[in-house]
């Protein structure tokens, strides 16, 4: 059974950073393309980063400069690198793997909040 779990999220005042982790197991990772998503209270649930499995990138504009995605494919993990935070960043961010077979694998999702 496939598992994706993220952990790193917390309350961080504005211009702080946090790290975000999600640990894949269950599959072989390494195949996998990645995402990065974040759903706010009230908000459509957005894209946020993705990485290929080859180590392509690409992110919201809004997080551009300030966010970096990358993976780790000896430990089954990707990271989410969060800089410069601002409040509207507020949101649970939920990792996704997608299934090139069919389907989604889903985390349970970390919350992070950027307040004074």
């Known amino acids: 059974q496939v598992r994706v779990v993220e952990s790193g999220g917390g309350l961080v005042q504005p211009g702080g950073s946090l790290r975000l982790s999600c640990v894949v197991s269950g599959t072989i990772f390494s195949i996998y393309h990645m995402g990065w998503y974040r759903q706010a209270p009230g908000k459509q649930r957005e894209l946020v980063a993705h990485i290929t499995s080859g180590g392509r990138t690409n992110y919201t504009e809004s997080v551009k400069g300030r966010f970096t995605i990358s993976r780790d494919n000896a430990k089954n993990t990707v990271y989410l690198q969060m800089d410069n935070l601002k409040p509207d960043d507020t949101a649970v961010y939920y990792c996704?793997?997608?299934?090139?077979?069919?389907?989604?694998?889903w985390g349970q999702g970390t919350q992070v909040t950027v307040s004074s």
């Open positions: 996704n793997a997608p299934n090139p077979r069919g389907g989604s694998y």
